[in-house]
């Protein structure tokens, strides 16, 4: 991703415009899924929604995004947090060793 950002420069007289691009890397995080748990992920933030596949035991996720959805009680507590783990694919953050009862990630837009 790059950010573009343009300034006016008050030169006196003069003006000019100063472009600059800036490339953002931003290092995307996995994060585990509890131990002995064989996860549903699902279409959307509710248990009300499809299941798209199934995690593995010991599977790691990254959370590209997140929003809040169903309260559900797992391993890591009670949490209406869903974490975006691929395009249209959720978890209930309550099974994902994120170390934080809150937002880890930025809302998914």
Do not use: F, H
């Amino acid at each position: 991703m790059s950010v573009e950002r343009v300034e006016e420069i008050d030169g006196g007289a003069e003006s000019e415009a100063v472009t600059t691009a800036a490339a953002t890397t931003a290092t995307l995080r996995y994060y585990s899924v509890a131990p002995g748990v064989r996860l549903n992920v699902r279409s959307g933030p509710s248990t009300s929604y499809r299941v798209v596949r199934v995690l593995a035991e010991g599977a790691k996720v990254p959370i590209w995004c997140q929003t809040p959805g169903q309260s559900i009680t797992g391993p890591y507590g009670t949490s209406n947090i869903w974490d975006n783990i691929d395009d249209g694919q959720y978890v209930s953050d309550a099974y994902v060793n994120t170390g934080s009862d809150g937002y880890v990630a930025s809302r998914c837009a």
